[in-house]
């Protein structure tokens, strides 16, 4: 059973490093932790290693974000969690998505994790987030920012019926097997779900199986963005809340480590239950170093 008051540290920062899940295991070890969340870039072979290492007793597994592990064997320099997407308008994709969600969702149930952290879609319009990020001043980013906001209203209807669909579907299996399914909030504008559209969907979908993932760099970027406050979110959704991505920013790069950029994460302290998976999600940009320090930091102001 995992110990959901304890921090978790995700394999996004050391899979590139490292070619089997001991390595990852090891090095995460080392930093402190006791338990790891396996991203989206796992290949089949490393994922069983990892489940050999839980059954043993050397690591626990905190959540899993899908998919995982790589769908169709793809290599994991391609690997997305939009791979296939939930929202797709092609049947053939949304199939294969829910499909290897469903494959994933076993894996996390395998494992002994108690959420899949998962990517409900995107719509297929040119994405208009970065674009925002090189405003030269406050005129020029609300001129930009109203123009992608208006679009992606215009066309998110079918993309966001698509992904009820999906979701409809995974929601029977992920009761069928008793776990729970927690949608991420997002970095890019065209990405599902918005603060609003999280809101229609925890009202059409009533199930204990569903939650909310809240990720603190995607939802500081919305609000240096002045899309919305940082605790818009929360404050909408924390009755939802199974877990949380913790990592830093500076302006609009995030994933640094924890204490190590311009986000005081004692906002999230009111939000957070002693039930709430909490896991460090820094890149490989950080050092090993960073990492320890964010792990005391954490402790220390959560």
């Known amino acids: 059973m995992t110990?959901?008051?304890?921090?978790?540290?995700?394999?996004?920062?050391?899979?590139?490093?490292h070619r089997d899940a001991k390595g990852m295991a090891d090095e995460i070890k080392s930093l402190g932790f006791d338990s790891v969340e396996l991203n989206f870039a796992l290949t089949e072979s490393q994922v069983n290693d990892f489940v050999k290492l839980r059954d043993s007793g050397y690591i626990k597994i905190s959540s899993t974000h899908n998919f995982c592990p790589l769908p169709n064997g793809a290599e994991p320099s391609i690997a997305s969690p939009e791979y296939y997407s939930l929202?797709?308008?092609?049947?053939?994709?949304?199939?294969?998505?829910v499909k290897f969600t469903k494959r994933s969702m076993d894996i996390a149930k395998r494992l002994g994790a108690p959420a899949l952290v998962l990517h409900l879609g995107s719509l297929r319009i040119k994405d208009r987030t970065t674009k925002l990020f090189t405003a030269l001043n406050r005129s020029e980013l609300e001129k930009a920012k109203r123009e992608a906001l208006h679009e992606r209203t215009m066309q998110a209807k079918p993309f966001l019926d698509k992904a009820k669909e999906s979701l409809e579907d995974l929601l029977r299996y992920a009761e069928r097997i008793d776990l729970s399914i927690?949608?991420?909030?997002?970095?890019?504008?065209?990405?599902?779900?918005?603060?609003?559209?999280?809101?229609?969907?925890?009202?059409?979908?009533?199930?204990?199986?569903?939650?909310?993932?809240?990720?603190?760099?995607?939802?500081?970027?919305?609000?240096?963005?002045?899309?919305?406050?940082?605790?818009?979110?929360?404050?909408?959704?924390?009755?939802?809340l199974i877990g949380v991505h913790l990592h830093d920013i500076i302006m609009f790069d995030d994933h640094r480590a924890p204490g190590c950029g311009e986000f005081d994460f004692k906002r999230l302290r009111p939000y957070l239950k002693p039930g709430t998976i909490k896991v460090i999600e820094a890149h490989r940009k950080v050092a090993a170093g960073e990492i320890k320090v964010s792990l005391s930091y954490l402790k220390r102001v959560l």
Do not use: V
């Not at 110990?3 to 995700?10: F, I």
């Not at 929202?87 to 998505?97: K, V």
């Not at 970095?187 to 199930?207: G, H, N």
């Open 3 to 17: 110990d959901l008051s304890s921090y978790s540290l995700s394999t996004a920062w050391n899979y590139r490093k």
């Open 87 to 97: 929202s797709s308008l092609e049947d053939n994709e949304r199939s294969l998505a």
């Open 182 to 240: 927690a949608l991420e909030n997002r970095y890019y504008i065209r990405e599902l779900p918005s603060l609003e559209e999280f809101k229609i969907i925890f009202e059409l979908f009533d199930s204990k199986h569903l939650g909310y993932w809240h990720d603190t760099g995607h939802a500081q970027i919305y609000e240096n963005l002045y899309i919305h406050k940082h605790e818009d979110y929360l404050e909408a959704l924390s009755n939802n």
